[in-house]
């Protein structure tokens, strides 16, 4: 037994490394960072800067959106993963869920570009019903949809996999207590459920932040979310301070969801 | 079970004609001898031949598919190594503490990875191109690795571990006989996991790329950004059926492999 100890210490030397390197060192770059401004001068502007009107409004609007793409994401993905899970050949079926995910995201976005154009068949199809054509790319609309569309194969994985994780028995019993579908649902199936929707929401709330290139393409900078805002300081305006700064408050964003949405793990280990 | 009435199935095939609607619809002009996405003149291949012409832009897809490969090998390899340091581990808080940091870089928004490597490559001095490009991918997608083989790890019987040293295994037959064979299929949905992750990342990449370099994300922000050329569709087109290729093999495959037991059905 004691011979083990300095023996896992050097094989686990490339993992320790990789975690001080890229995960420690990076947050301590970025939060170093954003306490200069464009000129190399030590200040706290930048997080004045932050609280100003303009960046508030930034943040409060992104996190508005984040929540109607995370809200919709599981609402469309929470019923196909239940279904999935009835269907006979799930594991195949989900595959298929997951298939689109493979093809890259550009071009997917890409792709939207066209179908929801001023000549795309989503407005073709708009003007044969007798609405008549709408401009739908460049609005909050296309932004949700598009965003939802691409968050829904990360939100369905997590709900399947704790959906099918769950006893058939669990049901039957259910059932022959006397419960009915809803409060099985509700008392059974949902808390059984619940982390698989925690991981959903986190792998879907926390980018949907800091989407930038839908932002670009899909919203025709109509949106801005703090992605877009961090990018914009970045590579535009290569004010690495200010945009360190959005990225300190993102980062912090990020720690709060993250215990917010994993508050119960310690309960079951 | 088995049997869905007609309302989830209406559900499920409305998702799935979704989900698939942007890419048919993308392939189905790939062959539009026009020069847009709004209609349809007749059909052609001309584009199928543009892609195979178009020497830079099959550097920029073998570009993209050595990233994915190396980034998805190097990343498997430390991450199953950082997977069984963990498991490991005999202090709880502290095995608690390096499950956090590992998640960290899951959560974190792309544009923070991105924007914090950037800022790393610079201080340190690596060059922008193909090495900060794959370091990065190998960066991110070490924790993905972890987080599908940490559960394998978790759900092994101890006893199994015991036995075999009791039958006189050392601790190489151990690793080798025993955990690497019972952890397989976490190290392959890790493996895979990170293949996706590269071939998909837009934002990180985006980021650390010098003037250079590109992958196929990139490129194709760029050119979504100057207009439409329909080589791009040409090329999802392909994209597409690759993927549908190894995707179905694959669960064929794995479906053999799993039948002759009669665990199945």
Redesign the interface.
Known sequence: MKN?KPL?FV??A???A??L???????A??VY?SFFDLSGHLTLANYRNFFSSVYFKLTMSSFWYAFLITFFSLL?SY??AY??T???HK???L???I?????????????????M?Q???INALLETIGIGGQQILFTDFSFVFVSV?IF??FMILPIFNSLDKIN?ALLDASKDLGANAWVTFKRVVWPMTIDGVKSGV??VF??A??L??IT??IAGNKVIT??TA??QQ??VTQN?GM??TI?VF??IF?FL??VLTSGKERGHR | ??K?SSL?KI??TL??V??????F??IY?SFNSGG????FESFTLEHYQAVFQDTRLLIIVMNTVIIALLSALLST???V??A??IY?MKNKSARQT?LS?????I??????????????FT?IGVKLGFASVLISHI??S?PIVVIMVLPKLQEMSTSLIDAALDLGATRKDVMTRVILPYIKPGIFAGFFLAL?YS??D??VT??VTGNGFST??VE??S???TG?TLT?NAL?GL??LI??VL?LGY?IIGNKAKSPQGVRK
């Open positions: 083990k896992r094989y686990a490339p993992y320790a990789w975690l390197l890229f995960v420690l060192a990076p947050i770059v970025i960072y469309i019923p196909t279904f999935l009835k269907t006979r594991q195949l079926w595959l298929l869920i298939i689109p995910s493979w093809i890259n995201l550009l071009l997917k976005t890409y792709a939207f570009i066209g179908l154009g000549y795309g068949p569309y829904i194969p058939p986190q792998v926390i980018p932040l800091s930038f290139m670009r393409l703090l992605g961090i990018e970045f590579l690495w945009g360190s990225a993102l980062i990020m969801i993250m | 079970m088995g869905l989830p559900y499920l998702v799935f979704i989900l698939y609607a942007p890419i619809y993308l002009y847009g996405m709004s209609h390899t430390i991450g190594i950082g069984l340091a490991f390096i940091l590992n998640n960290i870089l959560v974190s928004p792309d544009v923070i990875i991105g924007a914090s490597f950037l800022i790393l201080l960066a991110f070490i996706t071939l998909d837009f934002a985006f980021f196929l994300s194709i922000y050119m979504a950004r439409i791009i999802s994209i597409f993927t549908i995707v669960y």
